[in-house]
């Protein structure tokens, strides 16, 4: 069996392009994915997708602590404070901390709660930093992908949203992509299968 050809720039198959949809975005924020293995060819996840439209973006996959020896020495060299986006009774509200606020780290774990809560179990230093989350987190609009949560977005729906409470950038260019991400699925599904969504 062959192989599918891959786009060189955003590694989707050829037939779901979707180059055409991805326009850059600056953000002052530095945005650091944390990627579960599981996730790297996953033709639904996001987090790719976020580091082709976010100029700081950067992916780091893996799941224990050696896995993540290089983003932690970026994070001990940088000078701006590092939060991560994750639910916590004790987290700061995204709405709160606002665009006033210096420019941050922001960690984002990426893969399924279950994957997301091992990551963190997997890496006392994730636990030892602050959190951030959404008081009201918008719904979710990645219907192909099911959730266990009723609070779930993908990866590039919490990054988009949080940057629209601390930033003045247009995080428009995200969701396009996004939008682009969702149709290419829906284009090439058994249409017995596409009626679902």
Not at 39 to 56: D, P, Y
Not at 74 to 98: C, K, M, Q
Not at 127 to 146: N, T, V, W
Request: glycine residues 4%; aromatic residues 6%; proline residues 5%.
């Amino acid at each position: 069996m062959t192989k599918r050809q891959r786009c060189q720039h955003c590694q989707k198959p050829i037939s779901v392009c979707i180059c055409h949809a991805i326009t850059p975005l600056s953000s002052r924020h530095q945005v650091w994915i944390l990627r579960h293995p599981s996730e790297i060819k996953s033709a639904k996840g996001t987090a790719q997708l976020c580091s082709l439209v976010l100029n700081n973006c950067q992916l780091f996959d893996g799941e224990t602590e050696t896995d993540f020896t290089e983003l932690k020495q970026r994070i001990a060299a940088s000078s701006r404070p590092t939060w991560l986006l994750y639910p916590d009774d004790n987290a700061t509200s995204v709405e709160n901390l606002g665009k006033q606020t210096a420019a941050i780290n922001l960690l984002v774990l990426d893969g399924t709660w279950k994957k997301a809560y091992r990551i963190l179990q997997m890496n006392p230093w994730l636990q030892q930093l602050p959190k951030l989350s959404f008081d009201a987190a918008p719904e979710g609009q990645y219907q192909i992908r099911k959730a266990s949560r009723s609070d779930s977005l993908s990866t590039l729906e919490a990054i988009g949203h949080c940057l629209n409470h601390l930033d003045e950038c247009d995080t428009q260019p995200l969701f396009t992509a996004f939008d682009a991400l969702k149709q290419s699925q829906l284009a090439h599904m058994p249409e017995n299968i596409r009626k679902r969504y």
